[in-house]
Every structure is written in C-alpha cells, then in structure tokens.
C-alpha cells in the first residue's frame, strides 16, 4: 500500500512516503514555518518515492501531544489530503513515533527498547511516556502525560533510554529524576514521519482506520499560553 506520513507536532517538519520498500523522507528544522513548507515537502517526498498523490492510498500523521500549531497543520493537510482523495487515515501519537525513532536512529537497536519518551511542552512542563519495545510491537509502560519536570513519575528498574528535547529542557531535571537508570540520552531525538509511517503501516493493514472528517489531535493540555500572573 503506498502511504504519506506527516509530523509537525515539534519544531520540525516531517514527511514521508513509501512505495513498498522505496521510501522518500524529509525531516528539517521549520520552527513557525512548517504551514508554509508542507505542502512542497509533500511533493518532493512523493517524487523520491516515484509517486504522485493520486497513488497514495492512505495518510497518517502525528496526532500528538506537542505543539498546538504543529498539530493542527498535520491534522489539517492530512484531511485536506484525504477527503479530496476518498482515502482513510491514521493518526500516531507523537510519543510513541518519539521512541520508534529513537530504535530507527540508534546504533545498537537495543539500546531503545526501554524507550522514555520526552518532549518540552512549554509553559514548564513536558509530554512524557515510557514504553518496552516486544517481538510483537511496543508496550505502552506509562500513558502520555503532562508534568512538571520535576513531578514525572517513578519508572521501574535500569536500562531506560531518554530520548526527546524534555530532557534538555529545564536544566535537565528531567534526566536527574531518572539518575541512575539510564543507558542512554538522547535528548536531540524528536518524532519522525518514517517513524509515524512504520507505526501506521500494521494500522492500515489491519484495516485500523478512520475517516479524514474525524481525524483529531491529541492535545493533553487545555490551554496555550500561561496568564499574566501566572508568568509573573
């Protein structure tokens, strides 16, 4: 099945295609500019993977937690996308897409398998989850959450991977709440369209879909900015 994948939940822009084995993938820093640079991402993806859109026959995106913004450009070019083609979509948390790239990027693939991911969420606080890698996919060891860096919860055992900007924020208080028990620290990881496209590919083969109308994100959080007091 050829697929698109789109990620903007961070300050990246992220998209990915695949036509069987041959994938096409652009990942590049776009801050407040992913909007502008989707769409062109979005063809030139396509043509490295020898496609056009007419020959996708399904979309996924990173449905979140991360950026209020990112996440809305994802959702909206994604249903955009897909209602003018009549295909299904699957929306990946970004936590999740989080920890698979951190297996797809390492050097040792076990190294990642215990996966704490961990991403700034503004405001002083972080979007964390912790996951375990199986022969049969990963296991969800804790939910998405948000937390202030210093109130994340306990985690069982050593071995962990910390992977994602959460744990370079807030002078790392992240990574100290977790001394101990980390292997490795990967604090420049963040999600990916090829992770979100590995992610969806079972979905989409499973027929685990839905329609583009009800595609939403995953937020976590009610509010995007701290009032003048609470700044103060």
């Not at 929306?91 to 297996?103: F, H, N």
């Not at 969800?140 to 202030?148: N, T």
């Not at 101990?180 to 369209?193: M, Y």
Request: charged share 20%; aromatic share 6%.
């Amino acid at each position: 099945m050829n697929l698109l994948a789109i990620d903007t939940s961070t300050d990246f822009c992220s998209v990915a295609a695949c036509r069987g084995e041959t994938i096409g993938f652009r990942h590049e820093l776009a801050g407040q500019r992913q909007a502008e640079r989707v769409l062109g991402m979005v063809d030139a993806v396509l043509a490295e993977a020898g496609l056009t859109i007419a020959d996708i026959g399904g979309i996924a995106y990173g449905a979140g937690p991360g950026s209020f913004t990112g996440l809305r450009v994802a959702c909206g070019v994604t249903q955009g996308l897909a209602l003018a083609r009549g295909i299904p979509v699957v929306g990946i948390g970004t936590l999740l897409a989080l920890a698979e790239e951190a297996t797809l990027s390492a050097t040792e693939k076990s190294s990642c398998e215990r996966t704490i991911a961990c991403i700034d969420a503004r405001m002083g606080e972080v979007y964390h989850a912790a996951y375990r890698k199986t022969a049969a996919g990963w296991v969800e060891i804790l939910p998405p959450g948000l937390y202030r860096p210093e109130r994340v919860p306990a985690i069982p055992g050593d071995g962990w991977a910390a992977c994602g900007g959460g744990f370079a924020a807030y002078g790392g208080a992240v990574a100290a709440h977790y001394r101990g028990q980390l292997t490795v620290l990967r604090p420049e990881i963040a999600p990916s369209a090829r992770a979100v496209l590995r992610l969806a590919l079972p979905r989409f083969a499973a027929g685990d879909t839905c329609d583009p109308a009800t595609a939403t994100p995953l937020y976590l959080r009610d509010k995007v900015a701290l009032k003048t007091s609470e700044r103060a």
